[in-house]
């Protein structure tokens, strides 16, 4: 054994599925989120890691997340996320698809199944930052609603 200092380490925890805070505080309606490792219940500084549900034909208000940059995965259903000039944009994502949404973007997330809930893996830094902007003008677009 070598003579290296003793490093204090954060200690591990696991967060239990049917444990996990709902945060509907400054949240987005129709985009309940669940927060997995937070700081408001982990050790971690800056990092938000959760699931995000969305019912059939449903879609969040206009909204962005601040500094946050934001990864997402596509765990079941297919996801929309509309952006750009009144939301005019939009792009499709399937299950066991990644996506990105840069920070400061307002946005929309969307369930673009017909039949199934939509469940995102999240992943932001430094935190669930979530800015609603509910005086938005918003296209009416054609959505692609399929299985």
């Known amino acids: ?3 290296t200092p003793q490093t204090q380490y954060k ?7 049917d444990e ?5 505080h400054d949240q987005t309606s ?9 700081p408001r219940n982990t050790e971690v500084e800056s990092l938000w890691f959760g699931k995000v549900f969305t019912a059939v034909g449903e ?4 909204h962005h ?6 990864g997402g995965y596509v765990l079941q259903g297919r996801a929309f996320l509309r952006f750009g000039e009144r939301f005019e944009e939009i792009i499709y ?5 990644f996506i990105f949404v840069p ?4 946005h929309i997330e969307g369930n673009a199944s017909s039949t199934q809930e939509l469940i995102w893996l999240t992943a932001r830094q430094p935190d669930n930052i979530v800015i609603n902007l509910p005086d938005e003008d918003v296209a009416d677009i054609e959505i692609d609603y399929r299985d």
């Open 65 to 70: 997340h601040g500094e946050a940059e934001t």
């Open 20 to 24: 996990l805070p709902f945060l509907d």
């Open 93 to 97: 994502a399937e299950e066991g698809d």
């Open 11 to 17: 200690r591990p925890s696991v967060q239990k599925r």
């Open 59 to 62: 879609a969040s208000d206009p």
């Open 30 to 38: 129709k985009a309940r989120r669940y927060a997995g490792v937070t």
């Open 1 to 3: 054994m070598t003579d």
């Open 103 to 106: 920070p400061h973007m307002p």
